[in-house]
């Protein structure tokens, strides 16, 4: 008996112990920021190692081999947003490159799973480029302003051979959207751009969007008009006072995080040692001024470890200069590269627009463009643009949120609409620009590419949701010059895109009787031919079930997420399901059946299951809901 005893009493210390010791490392690992949104977004959980989705390395098994220590990558990438992965993704295409690819949160936590939602070739700015070009700026400085004019519009052909390439080869991941744009007069006053030809825009329209599809050698479907008496069967829920007609364009529109997701899965599909919550805490040097590698620290189990490499490229969106600081912070603060910006966009029921048009405001309040596009089942608005430092899963302010129920009520005929009526927003972080930018300018969607002379690191900062391939081939043509290996991504297609046709949805439907339509075809649109492997979760008791009335998503997806490096309950929540952002309610409602599958999947012990469950509902509220937050008010 007293056997017993002692080891009882031994047991009841060491436990004291571990949980001491567990406590300590998870305020270690998350006070290495001081930005309270990342700090929520990932918890030590120790996850057991399942196998990666089709084929590629789990993410258990990236650790190790990132963790090896034997050998110098080409390659070390920081940052696994869409440009992140996407430079990793062209790398590892290249041939013969080791690569590696680290991001400190959730592929898509940041910027990438908060953009409009569309992959569009630039109509805004071809725009601002003949706003530019025919104004003083033309007798002023006739060189610099033909010299701004090429450099817009070469974007804007860039834009449109990007678009292209996604629809063509992204099938799985993309589909147009027709998207119309009201005219309710036939001039304007003040006029888009502050240049008065545009005041004439209503007029122009046709041709401007028949130029438009030009730009893309007219692969995209042709744009047209549409006079009052048809658009009002069209578009039931447009204001017809004083319609004089619409134009209706076409771009491409996507859901963010999952093409993000797909990236960093290509990525790893093509030999990239990719992970997530893997947060790099430190650049180190060969002794002189060049850096030579990272340390960095898996979130998931606090483990530090370092990474040498023979390029390191700084991929961090609005928190490139945070990076920069790493390997040279009196630089990084003299001339900042990033010149952050917020924007909010907000969720509305569905029944405000049509299943398959947006709309365009040209010209809103305050000389912005403003979309609403259906999305997901739900309408989606936005976006403001406001100057404001970096930071993780920021709150709307209120205001905010107001002008844009007031902006979308100028065309749309929106019943009863109110604050009530939001199910859920978000705060994006835009960036662009730099200490160079002048007072006042817009935030810049173009992106830079430099090179530190001293330290070799490498940093890309601005862009497009649109561009992300474009701009991984030309950070990495800088980073290994022109000697090196070619860029081959312009024909590859994303995971889940191999496999992938038109009839796949019934093709699944044929096999799984218990999916109705809707399930069938939100899950190929989101996965692809990987679609199968989702659906072998299915066999699993209730696997076919929906997480939540109303939304497509099953628990099979849940436990597959699990294989493609989710690591906590926000990850499937905010990114592999939209709930998070589509209706916040649904998310509180879905947050403890996700906790149960993914406890289950990566063996949590209850303690994890609690803190993952508390993190992931406070990182839920940040996106908002019906009630406004103090804090936003």
Same mark, same amino acid.
């Given at each position: 008996?007293?056997?017993?005893?002692?080891?009882?009493?031994?047991?009841?210390?060491?436990?004291?112990?571990?949980?001491?010791?567990?406590?300590?490392?998870?305020?270690?690992?998350?006070?290495?920021?001081?930005?309270?949104?990342?700090?929520?977004?990932?918890?030590?959980?120790?996850?057991?190692?399942?196998?990666?989705?089709?084929?590629?390395?789990?993410?258990?098994?990236?650790?190790?081999?990132?963790?090896?220590?034997?050998?110098?990558?080409?390659?070390?990438?920081?940052?696994?947003?869409?440009?992140?992965?996407?430079?990793?993704l062209d790398a590892a295409t290249r041939g013969g490159l080791q690569v590696a690819c680290l991001e400190r949160g959730d592929f898509a936590s940041e910027t990438s799973s908060r953009s409009t939602k569309l992959i569009w070739a630039g109509i805004k700015y071809m725009g601002t480029a003949v706003a530019a070009l025919l104004s003083t700026k033309l007798i002023q400085n006739p060189p610099?302003?033909?010299?701004?004019?090429?450099?817009?519009?070469?974007?804007?052909?860039?834009?449109?051979?990007?678009?292209?390439?996604?629809?063509?080869?992204?099938?799985?991941?993309?589909?147009?959207?027709?998207?119309?744009?009201?005219?309710?007069?036939?001039?304007?006053?003040?006029?888009?751009?502050?240049?008065?030809?545009?005041?004439?825009?209503?007029?122009?329209? &046709?041709?401007? $969007?028949?130029?438009? =599809?030009?730009? #893309? *050698?007219?692969?995209?479907?042709?744009?047209? +008009?549409?006079?009052?008496?048809?658009m009002s069967t069209v578009f039931p829920q447009l204001r017809s006072e004083h319609l004089k007609y619409c134009s209706v364009f076409y771009e491409a529109?996507?859901?963010?995080?999952?093409?993000?997701?797909?990236?960093?899965?290509?990525?790893?599909?093509?030999?990239?040692?990719?992970?997530?919550?893997?947060?790099?805490?430190?650049?180190?040097?060969?002794?002189?001024?060049?850096?030579?590698?990272?340390?960095?620290?898996?979130?998931?189990?606090?483990?530090?470890?370092?990474?040498?490499?023979?390029?390191?490229?700084?991929?961090?969106?609005?928190?490139?200069?945070?990076?920069?600081?790493?390997?040279?912070?009196?630089?990084?603060?003299?001339?900042?590269?990033?010149?952050?910006?917020?924007?909010?966009?907000?969720?509305?029921?569905?029944?405000?627009? &049509?299943?398959? $048009?947006?709309?365009? =405001?040209?010209? #809103? *309040?305050?000389?912005?463009?403003?979309?609403? +596009?259906?999305?997901?089942?739900?309408?989606?608005?936005?976006?403001?643009?406001?100057?404001?430092?970096?930071?993780?899963?920021?709150?709307?302010?209120?205001?905010?949120?107001k002008w844009l129920l007031n902006e979308c009520q100028k065309y749309i005929y929106m019943k009863g609409v109110s604050r009530q009526c939001i199910f859920g927003m978000e705060r994006l972080a835009s960036f662009g620009g730099g200490s160079d930018a002048a007072p006042g300018a817009p935030v810049s969607r173009d992106h830079i590419i430099s090179e530190n002379p001293e330290t070799g690191v490498v940093f890309i900062a601005g862009g497009k949701w649109t561009t992300w391939r474009e701009m991984a081939q030309d950070v990495m043509d800088r980073a290994i010059g022109q000697h090196g290996p070619k860029c081959n991504t312009l024909e590859l297609k994303l995971f889940g895109g191999e496999g992938y046709s038109k009839d796949l949805t019934q093709h699944v439907m044929n096999k799984y009787t218990q999916l109705n339509e809707t399930t069938a075809q939100h899950l190929v649109r989101t996965y692809g031919s990987q679609v199968w492997e989702v659906c072998k979760f299915m066999t699993m008791k209730q696997g076919s079930e929906k997480l939540v009335a109303n939304f497509p998503y099953?628990?099979?997806?849940?436990?597959?997420?699990?294989?493609?490096?989710?690591?906590?309950?926000?990850?499937?929540?905010?990114?592999?399901?939209?709930?998070?952002?589509l209706d916040r309610d649904a998310a509180m409602e879905a947050l403890p059946v996700v906790a149960d599958i993914m406890a289950k999947e990566l063996k949590w012990s209850r303690s994890v299951k609690r803190r993952q469950m508390a993190s992931a509902k406070e990182y839920v509220l940040s996106y908002g809901g019906r009630t406004p937050d103090e804090e936003s008010s």
């Open positions: 008996m007293e056997n017993v005893n002692s080891f009882l009493v031994v047991a009841f210390f060491t436990a004291l112990v571990v949980i001491q010791q567990s406590s300590s490392e998870d305020e270690k690992v998350q006070c290495r920021s001081h930005d309270q949104g990342l700090q929520k977004a990932g918890l030590l959980s120790y996850p057991r190692e399942v196998p990666g989705a089709g084929g590629i390395p789990s993410r258990s098994e990236q650790l190790k081999r990132l963790q090896k220590n034997d050998h110098v990558y080409d390659v070390l990438v920081v940052g696994g947003g869409a440009t992140g992965a996407g430079i990793a610099k302003a033909i010299n701004d004019f090429m450099g817009e519009m070469t974007m804007v052909l860039n834009c449109h051979r990007e678009r292209r390439y996604m629809m063509e080869k992204q099938e799985h991941l993309c589909s147009w959207l027709p998207i119309c744009v009201p005219f309710v007069s036939w001039t304007v006053f003040p006029p888009p751009f502050k240049h008065h030809l545009y005041g004439f825009f209503p007029i122009l329209s &046709p041709l401007v $969007m028949k130029f438009y =599809d030009g730009l #893309s *050698s007219f692969s995209c479907p042709p744009s047209y +008009i549409i006079g009052p008496s048809k529109v996507h859901n963010d995080s999952r093409t993000n997701i797909a990236i960093a899965l290509s990525a790893a599909d093509h030999g990239a040692h990719i992970c997530n919550y893997v947060e790099v805490v430190d650049l180190f040097t060969d002794g002189t001024k060049r850096v030579i590698g990272a340390k960095a620290v898996d979130r998931m189990t606090g483990k530090e470890f370092t990474i040498r490499a023979k390029k390191i490229i700084l991929a961090g969106g609005p928190f490139t200069d945070s990076l920069r600081q790493l390997e040279d912070k009196a630089t990084a603060t003299e001339k900042p590269a990033v010149r952050g910006a917020h924007g909010t966009h907000i969720i509305l029921p569905g029944k405000y627009l &049509p299943p398959n $048009m947006g709309l365009l =405001d040209y010209n #809103s *309040s305050d000389g912005r463009f403003l979309f609403v +596009i259906p999305w997901q089942g739900r309408t989606l608005v936005g976006t403001t643009d406001r100057k404001t430092p970096a930071e993780t899963s920021p709150k709307p302010p209120e205001e905010e949120i099953i628990r099979a997806e849940v436990a597959y997420a699990c294989r493609e490096y989710a690591c906590t309950v926000e990850d499937v929540l905010s990114r592999r399901t939209r709930l998070a952002f």
